[in-house]
């Protein structure tokens, strides 16, 4: 890093803008995920011009960019794999316009996930995509990773809820793609760019929908004395053709460490749990109800609770999405992995995960989104025994292999990033490389935003500048 | 002449001779906007497709790929067409797990065929588009036109989950996968939608599937006014109430169905005979849902004026619900010269349908409105006569449509005009300032521009 390009960069932003001291750098080192990387520079714009001033300088100087959040993803996509400049966008945060009749809400990447839907609950409306994480990560960061959560199942992941973008280019040329309202006209620029894990733009405006809230909810927990009756219950309820809200199941590992935690009234003693919910007309979701208690009964639910009021529903949910924070308690860290399978391979997949932590040494808790497949095994390690720590790397390897030997993919929610990379052979072919980087080159010709991200390093984009020390010694095939 | 010359014979030389035609009769039946290609090939597998791509750009032939053809006519005239890829031998599905509500399919299967086999496992997908009977899986993707059951189901964007294409490399790729949830690699198939074979040559698309409906339920109310009929879809739309389907039906829109159903032997209720304008609705659940929203319905339309309302008979709700998913294709055909226009806009009030009235009115033509879900809004400008006096005219309004909804920060797109028109007449409008990004997308996909060249946005 040239003293030269810390001196420009204050000269545009400000000295309270810029970071450059080693101790300041180290904050912005990590991410949720078990992966380092440390920025030589943080820069935090307030204006999309802002950014397009730091992108033409770093292009200026050669240096890598990439763009961050609230820091909260799992799989390293907002670390600096290759050093340079890293652009925090928590000072853009404004919610630009509000559009209530057409439910459209214009915000600025900082924005905080669930402030949208804090300023926007008064007219019956809210932001659908719900990360756990949701009180703390950025829709930025929501869209360049395509962000899920647990009411994905019936509303649909990020992409689903974003309409236009304003997006500045690594050489600083600021775009736009979509529209507020309807169709675009032409390709769906929009839907390429969602879920690109800032490799290809860095966003700065952000156009999402707003839904609205359903007339009736309900939450229902099904407790269950094996896993296998809780993930044949999940196959049933699909099989008919039920789509809930949303279907959640902690294993009763997790749950206990949940229950010592936070008191949501999740049995101790049992195997397994399944947090449901249905929602629509008052005549629909009852009818829907009344068919899941059913379902959950036939495949031997022990008890089927129906939460009676907000009250006890938000503490389910508390609950649940309070899970990981929980496991904090048992170990000194944890490893949330993050797979997807066709959900008819539910049973088979959870009894090979156990298997898999068997012949690791580990015990692997469950917690995850049963309706769409999406499955978060958590391995809990200590990250100072390295041997453990590499345990934990292979044990997370074989998971994902076997999802996708079942029919599934390498990630359904929390992005490829610097986590999964080297996987990304398991799924593609070099022909699918080629075209994903002549697409990549187009708009980043040069790697220098978020480089080492996405591609598999062997079949990379150009020259990525990524700095050894700065690899760490995650997922490498 | 040239590339037609020996074309047959040197495409023998990668595919079986059974599997290309050079006839000139069959090759007119594969012409795009009167543009004729010189072979076609139907190809038995992506690879058989990926060996013709390969063989295009070799040679540097320009290849449209098509399924039923049924829309081909969307777009700009193409610049260079030399070999038509039909996909009719694609049928396969190549996987439907009923209890993931999965299904992989290939790209030349009809999506009537399709139908069957899902409804099997009381399942469906969501693409009720026009021209239904015909329509291949991936001419509905390709030609990105509107299913009538997005208010509910979304379009194919929210649905479809991975695609397998030939790119313009010849090499065969995927994007996406079989699994609801996904996001491993960059969302390509998402671009597939609606770019009419320019990106690649679709070979098989993957979807999530939907639970056949219980039961189902129609309405319809007519008003004296476009400002009350639109004020009761603001209301439903606001309502929370689950609606399938809600279209505004202009006076002109509803004489031209009735018109139709009479000749098919189905009469409109007579109460509805009126020259109003019509909410039309659709909706579906169990049956309690059904009848709450029959009720609610008939409380909004009353609330809001409505002159008649009554809910539709199963029987006639289907004939009617048939006859607006394929308003494109019979408002192509509701006069000797039509123009067809699809327009989105973020809002539509009663001086935005009575402005476009006007722009075909002081060239003293006819036309009609349909407003569906989502703000878009077809608009067909209906003239009498196909002679050159007749042309001129509608290329008039065409420009002064154009230069109307540019202004609305909405955007306009010609889905059909007389041949000769489409010549003279940019049917995608003016260049938008996202082109520069889509040139790039098509570069990389594409970078000899052998796919469809001409015919899409820009150019492109």
Sequence with gaps: MTSSLLRAMIALLGADNVLHKTEDLLLYEFDGSVEKARPDLVVFPHTTKDVSGIAKLAAKHHVPIVGRGAGTGLSGGALARGGGVMIVFARMNRILELDLPNRRAVVQPGVVNFDITRAVEHAGLFFAPDPSSQRACTIGGNVAENAGGPHTLAYGITTNHVTALEMVLPDGEVVRVGTNHGDVLGYDLCGLFVGSEGTLALITEITVKLSRKAEAVKTLLAIFDTVESASQTVVAITAQGITPAACEMMDGWTLRAVEDYIHAGFPRDSAAVLLLEVEGLREGAEAQAAAIEALCRKNQAREVRVAKDDHERDLLWKGRKNAFGALGRLAPSNYVLDGVIPRSKLPQTLQRIQEIGKKYGFGIGNIFHAGDGNLHPIVLYDPRDTKQFERAIAAAKEIIRYCVEVGGALTGEHGVGMEKNELMPLLFSDADFDLMRRLHDAFNPDSSLNPGKIFPLSKGCGEIRVRREATPAGFRA | ?460
């Design chain 2, 1 to 460: 002449m040239t590339v037609a010359a020996n074309l047959g014979a040197r495409l023998e030389r990668i595919l079986d001779a059974r599997r290309i035609v050079t006839a000139e009769e069959e090759l007119q039946a594969f012409a795009v906007d009167g543009v004729v290609p010189a072979a076609i090939v139907r190809p038995a597998s992506a690879e058989e497709v990926a060996e013709v791509v390969r063989f295009a750009q070799s040679e540097n032939l320009a290849v449209i790929p098509s399924g039923s053809r049924s829309k081909l006519e969307i777009g700009m005239p193409p610049l260079r067409y030399d070999i038509a890829i039909d996909t009719n031998q694609l049928q396969q599905i190549a996987h439907f797990d009923a209890g993931d509500m999965t299904l992989s399919v290939d790209a030349g299967m009809p999506l009537r065929t399709l139908e069957g086999t899902l409804a099997a496992k009381q399942q469906f997908l969501p693409l009720a588009v026009p021209c239904y009977e015909t329509s291949t899986v991936g001419g509905a993707i390709s030609s990105g036109i509107d299913s009538v059951l997005r208010q509910q189901y979304g379009t194919a964007r929210d649905f479809l989950i991975g695609a397998e294409f030939v790119d313009g490399t010849g090499k065969l790729c995927k994007s996406g996968g079989r699994v609801v949830k996904n996001v491993t690699g960059y969302d390509m198939h998402k671009l597939l939608i609606g770019s009419l074979g320019t990106l690649g040559v679709i070979t098989r698309l993957n979807f999530r599937t939907f639970p056949l409906a219980q039961t189902s339920g129609g309405y319809l109310a007519s008003f004296a006014s476009s400002e009350q009929a639109l004020a009761c879809r603001a209301s439903l739309e606001s309502s929370g109430l689950p609606f399938t389907n809600i279209e505004v039906l202009s006076p002109e829109i509803l004489s031209i169905i009735s018109a139709i159903l009479r000749s098919a032997g189905t009469e409109m209720p007579p109460t509805l005979e009126s020259q109003g304008w019509c909410v039309y609705l659709s909706y579906e659940g169990n049956l309690a849902v059904v009848q709450r929203v029959t009720n609610s319905a008939a409380n909004i339309a009353l609330a809001t004026g409505a002159a008649q309302s009554l809910p539709l008979e199963t029987q006639f709700d289907e004939s009617l619900g048939g006859m607006l998913r394929e308003a494109y294709e019979w408002l192509r055909w509701a006069s000797p010269s039509v123009l067809l226009f699809r327009i989105v806009q973020p809002q539509i009030g009663k001086d935005d349908l009575a402005e476009l009235a006007n722009l075909a009115s002081v060239s003293s033509l006819r036309s009609a409105l349909l407003v569906r879900a989502a703000g878009v809004l077809y608009f067909a400008v209906l003239s009498e006569a196909e002679d050159m006096a007749a042309q001129e005219a509608l290329e008039k309004v065409a420009a002064s449509v154009f230069a109307h909804i540019g202004k609305q920060q909405g955007h306009a797109t010609l889905l059909h005009a007389p041949e000769l028109l489409k010549f003279r007449v940019n049917v995608w409008g003016p260049k938008r300032v996202d082109f520069e990004m889509m040139r790039r997308v098509k570069q990389a996909f594409d970078p000899q521009a052998i796919f469809a060249p001409g015919r899409f946005v820009g150019g492109l």
